[in-house]
């Protein structure tokens, strides 16, 4: 079956730009997740999607982050205006159940942000 | 926070087995211990999970001790492309408070 997808890989904006990824989870998975990664650390959990609905944000900077998951499958993460600590690497990830095990992450789009 | 603590960066030799330690002294009685390990440059993949019994499948192995307060995730045969950050994670099954914490560096050396 095919992964999960993420565009763009990679991205590089100025300061106070903002940003757009986009993230198609595997088909039937209901739930859909958004992490950040800073270098060196493991990632950090910003939304978590069960259908179209959020289930988590709780870490998620409102104001500046922004997410959506039209239909209950595409999804994407907005940030706006971007800073500097904004560079990272943002990770889409789904499951097929409301759980935390077998999370199916896709490959990343590294961000950076000058 | 995360609610593990492991060892900062781990080496084993190539064919022999790698044993990575998890402590996980506050675990609650719903609360599962998940593993995921990732490779450079790539998502996080899910290795293995358990609740109180030993788990093991294609890839590893998952010993937990009786009191549930640590773990030891097994790969049998490491080879060079087992080379990674290997994170244990507690959480319910629910997926509350799933939380990465910095996780082990294993180097599998030739």
């Known amino acids: 079956e095919a992964g999960v997808a993420q565009s763009p890989r990679y991205k590089i904006i100025e300061k106070r730009q903002s940003v757009a990824f986009w993230c198609n989870p595997i088909?039937?998975?209901?739930?859909l997740y958004w992490y950040q990664q800073i270098l060196g650390q493991g990632p950090k959990l910003l939304i978590q999607?069960?259908?179209?609905?959020?289930?988590?944000d709780s870490q998620l900077p409102k104001d500046r982050f922004s997410a959506e998951r039209l239909k209950g499958v595409d999804s994407t993460l907005k940030i706006q205006p971007a800073k500097l600590e904004d560079s990272a690497v943002y990770l889409c990830?789904?499951?097929?159940?409301?759980?935390?095990?077998?999370?199916?992450f896709g490959p990343g789009t590294r961000l950076t942000v000058t | 926070d995360a609610k593990t603590t492991q060892p900062t960066s781990m080496d084993c030799a190539e064919g022999r087995a790698a044993n990575l330690p998890c402590n996980h002294s506050t675990i609650s009685g719903n609360e599962y211990v998940y593993w995921y390990r990732q490779i450079h440059s790539q998502g996080p993949q899910y290795i293995i999970h358990?609740?109180?019994n030993n788990e093991t499948n294609e890839m590893a192995s998952l010993i937990i001790t009786e009191d549930r307060k640590s773990s030891t995730l097994i790969l049998p045969h490491a080879t060079l492309r087992d080379t990674a950050v290997y994170y244990c994670i507690v959480s319910d099954n629910y997926g509350q408070n799933f939380v990465f914490g910095p996780g082990t560096r294993l180097s599998v050396l030739p």
């Open positions: 990830a789904s499951s097929p159940d409301y759980g935390g095990y077998e999370q199916y």
């Open positions: 088909s039937g998975h209901a739930t």
């Open positions: 358990g609740l109180k």
């Open positions: 999607f069960q259908n179209n609905g959020v289930v988590d």
